[in-house]
DNA sequence: TTGATATTTCTAGAATCATGGAAATCAAAA
DNA sequence: TTTTGATTTCCATGATTCTAGAAATATCAA
């Protein structure tokens, strides 16, 4: 990951309702939900939401797929490893007790997601 | 961790030079880096660097210490793992499979550790 | 078709943020 | 106590971002 994706992404996540929408989004899973029940829930003007959405889907953090008249949102896990990981990368080199991070340990954040695990 | 300190630590690390700095500062581990010496890593006017050091400070993702005339900034890790745990809180539900991060196979990201005040 | 529903794009003003020069502060050394 | 060094605060300017009304677009149902 190159810094300015993780600027994108970090600026897209730094505001109240898209921080709302991304976590509501992260708990859905896979399956996503549409725009219409995402305002209903956070309680967002649909233009409002709108520019909310087109922000995170910039960002790479989110992706779309019609159903009908609906459109759905989803978290792109992926993306979200990414950046965690592009936060934590070497971290606090020389005393990995340091940081509490499972990361630190020599073991990896992100599992290779093949279907198998670490 | 509540939403509003996550959108100001999000908000800080939202801006390049100052990824650039947390990141430098996450690397180093507790011992921390002085002022003077980011500023040079980083090449960044001095007063830029103490604008960009006050935002991470004010988030609350660096600490700061003086030794002798130099000021001296580390990385905060347990605010940065509280950041991490409220990104990706009840990740995935329902597939695990899904998101392919450790956290979801009900592991715990952070790893509890004494003195931590999260 | 026509009408209803779901959502987006356009737009503009208000609010917030980044940059860096100059001056001020604080600690150490001479 | 004067000077040097490290860093911060003050300030003005230019740039970016948020919000939501109104109009436009896309899909389905009758």
New interface residues.
């Given amino acids: 990951m190159e810094?300015?994706n993780?600027?994108t992404a970090?600026?897209a996540?730094?505001?109240?309702s898209r921080?709302?929408i991304?976590?509501l989004l992260?708990?859905?899973?896979?399956?996503g939900i549409a725009a219409g029940q995402i305002a209903q829930s956070l309680a967002l003007a649909p233009a409002t939401l709108s520019f909310h959405l087109n922000q995170l889907r910039g960002a790479g953090l989110i992706a779309m797929r019609r159903d009908g008249r609906s459109l759905i949102y989803s978290?792109d896990?992926?993306a979200?490893?990414a950046l965690?990981a592009?936060?934590?990368?070497?971290?606090?080199?020389?005393?990995p007790?340091?940081?509490?991070?499972?990361l630190c340990?020599g073991?990896?954040?992100?599992?290779?997601?093949k279907?198998s695990?670490?």
């Fill in positions: 810094i300015k993780a600027v970090l600026a996540l730094a505001q109240e921080l709302d991304f976590r992260v708990r859905a899973g896979t399956e978290a896990y992926t979200m490893n965690l592009y936060l934590t990368e070497e971290c606090c080199q020389g005393a007790d340091a940081c509490g991070l499972a340990d073991a990896s954040l992100v599992t290779p997601r279907g695990r670490a």
